[in-house]
């Protein structure tokens, strides 16, 4: 059997390992491992119709070759850079087409990339006002606390027993 050889970025780090892909026909497991996605995932994709057609066996279990193979690392990729799955699914769509025009993937790129700007930029401010909210609160026995007023829309304390109209 010949092995094809993929490089794969590891997690949170700059170094690559090599992890061979089977030329041959795999189990789920050995498909699940060679692309690092969970069998639970691999189902999932598939039930999407990311991996198109998979073989099967006279007894019915998958078979997976190089193509769904790969295919899986570019979903894994694609979701470690946080893209959602209808935009994988056009990325994987283009990544097929050979006669596809970059300016096609660089736009879903681009509009993935300013999604992420913009919700960077709405968790920079609930920080800043968290971090406000947590100046303001002395963290002491008293019963009156900023965070909590904030919370509950600047309203008055609810008495116990008491429910707010």
Known sequence: MTLASSRRRVRGSARTSVVAIPAEPVNIGDAARASGVSTRMVRHYESLGLLGEVARTEGGYRLYGPLEIHALRFIRRARDLGFSMVEITGLLGLWRDRRRASASVKRIARA????????????????????????HCHGDARPECPILDDLAGGSAPIEAGVRAP
């Open 112 to 135: 993935h990339a300013e999604d992420l700007d913009r919700r960077i930029a709405e968790m920079q401010a609930m920080r800043r006002t968290l971090m406000d909210l947590l100046d």
